[in-house]
């Protein structure tokens, strides 16, 4: 959470920092500032203000925003509320610092350093900057180094020191941090969105170093002091792929991207008609020995996974949980050996799945993640990572993360099955055909999305929205229901629908759409009888429905979208698209702001 950038050079540094926060904005958007280092000897200027950074622009073009060197943040409050005194920068002393993460030991750190009554700000960041303060006496590693080992937390931190101008200090743990030299200097971020611009190569910056950039690059030391080696990465996406291409919202261009990067994730990894995981240093043993897995994630990356055990317990026999990783430690987690963990995130850098995943490894779990971005620290903290080619991810409301999550949970299934010596030739083939038609199936709802669209006009005044299936219908509805709460901010309850005559039932009137999801042959005869429940209570029903489907029954719908037909097990693909774009054009037509939606960040460093 919080985005932050620093940018040193011979180029306007307020200019280029505004235009890195506008893309760095989806992090976090309560607040936004930056501070710039002035070589002409007066110190170090900061402007910052509560709201955007559209907020934060204009209030820049009434400032003295000059100067070649600068740190920037968006913020997303955790301590202290939304106000101009807690957005960042910070200053203290000859110290000004921008901070993403947590300082858990901020209090114990106040009454050590006897700063109450001293801090501007309620923020946990500022007291970073008054114990640096405290320690600098004009060498800035040795100040760095001090501070870092009295603080209890995340962070992610980049100093500037009033009397060392046009240099940029940072050091991170846990919260990440990239940097990149550009052709007249150095920059840094906490991802690769606001680099891409500059250049292609790039690094992570290992946790408990200090990177110092300047107009001349970039040196990085260990906290003992030694210069440490630095680890250069490849954006290997089409820049093009970080703009809006034309839609208004990113959410929207990411929903029209699936086609593309879902194909982008599985044709590498398909050899001779067969999954192969090699390049990810996967050995069939690995997938033939595990007894049981454990999928560890949150938010839609856990939606992900729940539909990954339905694949692996149907098709290998093996069981699966998918754990919230934020509820992981707290019921006294079973993970051995012989349990595979599977860590699913976007961002790569999601703490509580971090937390997890290096729990699960000290019990001696073998471990793999499915991560979006590279080199991440999930990615990092896993003994295998396969990545979701998806690009990147800028909406705050995942979608193409999910679904290429979805692909590569296929993939690792088919590649299980196969080591498992469950499968024949014809299994296989069967399997991966249908795998490979994913994209033009795909491509068949999108082009459908302006019916989608009439569709979602149904439900836009509804206060709640009822979503109802069972089995892997079940699974993607968790997911479409939270899709539609966090950008519509309509109340929306997925539920079971076997399981909603248990109690829920008594929520649903005549004003309640009910979105039901029928794809599964299996399940078809109790998924109608259970729609016809809610039908005579009055509701409205959506239903999503495979296109070949002859339904017997009087109308059950108010409205129906027929899907176009794949094999059951991946008849989530195309359904989900179609949910996704409900949950879209709901949020369009109410005229919210699509890609940020309130109290929301994309990346969730926080416990
Ligand atoms: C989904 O739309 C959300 N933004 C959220 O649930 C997200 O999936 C969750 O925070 C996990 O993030 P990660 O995939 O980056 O770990």
């Known amino acids: 959470m919080c985005g932050i950038i620093g940018y040193t050079g011979t180029k306007k540094a307020s200019e280029i920092m505004l235009d890195a926060l506008e893309l760095l904005e989806y992090r976090g958007y309560d607040s936004a500032g930056i501070a710039l280092s002035d070589e002409a000897g007066r110190g170090t200027r900061i402007t910052k203000c509560a709201g955007r ?313 073998p471990s793999i993640s499915i991560v979006n971005v590279k080199g991440a620290s999930i990615a990092r903290a896993s003994e295998h990572v396969i990545y979701t080619n998806a690009g990147p991810e800028i909406a705050v409301a995942s979608t193409k993360a999910y679904t290429t999550q979805l692909a590569v949970l296929y993939l690792l299934t088919a590649r299980m099955a196969i080591a498992r010596g469950l499968w024949d030739e014809a299994q296989t083939q069967s399997y991966m055909s249908e795998l490979l038609r994913v994209p033009e199936v795909m491509e068949e709802v999108l082009s459908a999305k302006e019916e989608i669209h009439h569709i979602a006009d149904t439900i836009l005044n509804a206060k709640d929205v009822f979503m109802i299936g069972r089995g892997l219908d079940y699974s993607i509805l968790l997911e479409g229901s939270l899709k539609l709460k966090e950008v519509s901010y309509i109340h929306s309850e997925a539920y079971a629908s076997g399981e909603l005559k248990h109690g829920t039932i008594a929520l649903i009137t005549e004003e309640t759409p009910v979105i039901a999801v029928v794809t599964q042959d299996k399940l078809k005869s109790k998924e109608l009888s259970n729609i016809k429940e809610v039908q005579s209570r009055g509701a409205k029903v959506i239903l999503l429905i495979k296109g070949d489907e002859v339904l017997e029954q009087e109308k059950i719908w108010s409205r129906i979208f027929r899907l176009p037909v794949m094999a059951d097990e991946f008849m989530v693909m195309p359904a989900s698209v179609v949910l996704q774009l409900i949950a879209y054009y709901v949020s369009l037509d109410k005229g919210l702001d699509v890609d940020k939606p309130r109290n929301l960040a994309k990346v969730v460093t926080v416990e």
């Open 53 to 365: 950074v559209k907020d934060l622009r204009a209030l820049c073009e009434k400032e003295d925003v000059s100067g070649c060197c600068g740190i920037g943040h968006t913020r997303w409050a955790t301590h202290g509320g939304v106000c101009d005194e807690n957005a960042h920068p910070h200053r203290f002393g000859k110290v000004t610092v921008i901070h993403n993460g947590i300082i858990e030991n901020y209090r114990q750190l106040i009454e050590k350093y006897e700063l109450d009554g001293k801090l501007l700000s309620q923020t946990d960041s500022e007291v970073v900057a008054a114990v640096l303060s405290r320690f600098y006496e004009g060498d800035p590693y040795s100040a760095i180094r001090k501070t870092v080992l009295k603080l209890k937390g995340t962070f992610a931190l980049a100093i500037m020191f009033d009397d060392i101008p046009g240099k940029i200090f940072a050091v991170r743990n846990v919260s990440p941090i990239v940097a990149a030299n550009t052709e007249d200097g150095a920059i840094l971020s906490s991802d690769v969105a606001a680099i891409v611009p500059f250049t292609t190569q790039y690094f992570v910056v290992p946790e408990f170093h200090v990177v110092c950039l300047s107009r001349d690059g970039i040196e990085m030391y260990d906290l003992s002091g030694d210069k440490a080696y630095i680890e250069w990465l490849t954006v290997d996406w089409d820049v093009s792929r970080s703009d809006k291409g034309g839609y208004p919202y990113y959410m929207e261009k990411e929903i029209m991207e699936q086609p593309q990067v879902i194909k982008d994730t599985i044709l590498p990894r398909i050899k001779d008609g067969k999954p192969d995981l090699s390049a990810e240093g996967i050995e069939d043993s690995m997938l033939a020995e595990c007894q049981r897995i454990c999928v560890i994630a949150c938010g839609t990356a856990m939606h992900a996974g729940l539909v990954g055990k339905s694949l692996i317990q149907a098709m290998i026999g093996i069981h699966v949980d998918v754990v919230m990783a934020s509820e992981f430690m707290y019921n006294d987690p079973v993970v051995d050996d012989k349990t595979l963990v599977i860590a699913i995130s976007q961002s790569g850098e999601t703490i509580d799945t971090l937390e997890a995943l290096k729990f699960a490894r000290k019990c001696g779990s």
